[in-house]
């Protein structure tokens, strides 16, 4: 029976009705609901599993499968994980230095000698099998069309190893200033917010569902976006708020820990937060449907390369820095630049490039070693 109270406040009467939270889902005319912020969701299908899981003491992640076997894990993904957990201090060289049978044991990803879907996960070079959406998506989108669009694939340890590096390699560009004889390259994405938002969307993310991670790009704007559901009773107002760590997927999270992807206090958000303030741009915002959960986050202004801005860091380039210079620092950045990358860099024609390096050649300030394929660059001694 809910307590139903008469109070007064002011001039005005109004009736308190309190309801206590009950451990168990309650069926309402053959339906289960529960309440996120102000409103009521139906839980169905997968969420409904879920949560009677949960209410038993298990999760997804946590229960075994039998068409998988530790010698079917892939070499490379324990090789990602030994080399990050002793990286970040993490995990001893004495407890990685066991067999990938033993390091599962420690990690808690077996049960009667049987592997986790946890384990398939992280360490199984196709996870699909498992979870048919579990891979993520990136897309590059002008307006409502698509540019391009990339899928990643692999265990979710090879996916947290090579994700980031393809998002700001391929699908966005640095605003090139420089400081003296140094290249200073911005983005106008936080590197480390978009880093922790990723993660946490591959430890989170509802995999029962079969729908990958998704990442929309756009020139001003970046969605990432994973099936989930907050925990129970909790709205966004509690994550921007200080909370305990509640991973949807624990036994996920504990090898990302261990890594030294995450950290397991509950400030994965609060993280975000501050690297787009560190970085000077808006604080991204937190959208919960009611199986979803969206990271938008907003450009730093300042960062986005449009063709006008092209234009304008090209004429500020070649008045401030001689192309000669701007080219042998791309060089010290990096000797095994392309020309098409020192073009893109500088915005400029590739036979402009080629040609000042001609003439840099011509003055045996530097030389080409090697083919066009595997060679590099080096700058001579005078």
């Known amino acids: 029976m809910a307590d139903v109270n008469l109070l007064t406040e002011g001039e005005h009467e109004y009736l308190e009705i309190v309801v206590n939270p009950w451990s168990f889902p309650v069926n309402y005319d053959g339906a289960y609901y529960y309440r996120s912020g102000s409103t009521k969701q139906l839980l169905q299908g997968n969420a409904l599993t879920g949560f009677l899981m949960e209410k038993t003491g298990r999760k997804w992640d946590a229960v075994t499968i039998t ?85 990643v694939h692999g265990s979710l340890l090879i996916m947290a190893d090579r994700i980031i590096d393809l998002m700001y390699l391929k699908y966005l560009k640095a605003a090139i200033s420089y400081h003296k004889e140094t290249r200073v390259e911005t983005y106008p994405f936080a590197r480390e917010a978009v880093r922790e938002a990723v993660f946490n969307a591959l430890i989170h993310c509802n995999w029962a569902d ?21 925990p129970f009773g909790w709205t966004v107002e509690t994550l921007l708020d200080s909370h305990t760590s509640k991973p949807y997927n624990p036994d996920i999270a504990r090898v990302f820990y261990r890594a030294g992807y995450i950290e397991n206090w509950g400030r994965g958000i609060q993280k975000i937060r501050d690297a787009c303030k ?43 820095v001689p192309m000669e210079e ?46 066009k394929r595997y060679g590099h660059w080096e700058i001579l001694d005078q």
């Not at 079969?210 to 559901?229: A, L």
């Not at 959960?293 to 860091?313: E, R």
């Not at 000042?356 to 050649?361: R, S, Y």
Request: with cysteine; glycine share 6%; net charge negative.
């Open 67 to 151: 068409n998988i076997g530790v010698e079917d894990l892939d070499r490379e993904s324990f090789d990602i994980f030994r080399r990050e957990a002793l990286r970040s201090g993490r995990m001893t060289k004495e407890d990685v230095d066991i067999s990938n049978a033993e390091l599962l044991e420690k990690l808690d990803l077996m049960a009667d000698g049987k592997l986790k879907r946890a384990a398939a996960l992280c360490f199984y070079r196709q996870p699909e099998k498992v979870s048919s959406g579990c891979y993520v998506k990136i897309g590059k989108f002008e307006g409502s069309e698509i540019v391009y669009q990339d899928e």
């Open 326 to 371: 701007a080219i042998l620092c791309l060089i010290r950045d990096n000797k095994d630049i392309t020309t098409t990358e020192m073009a893109e860099y500088l915005a400029v024609n590739r036979r402009t490039i080629q040609r000042v390096l001609d003439d840099l050649k011509n003055k045996d300030i530097v030389k080409r070693k090697g083919g």
């Open 278 to 320: 560190a970085h000077g741009a808006e604080e991204p915002e937190f959208i919960v449907h009611g199986g979803d959960i969206m990271v938008k986050f907003k450009a730093l202004q300042s960062a986005i390369v449009t063709d006008s801005k092209v234009s304008n860091v090209t004429k500020d380039v070649t008045k401030e």
């Open 210 to 230: 079969n729908v990958p991670v998704q990442i929309r790009i756009e020139e001003d704007v970046m969605y990432v976006s994973n099936c989930s559901m907050l």
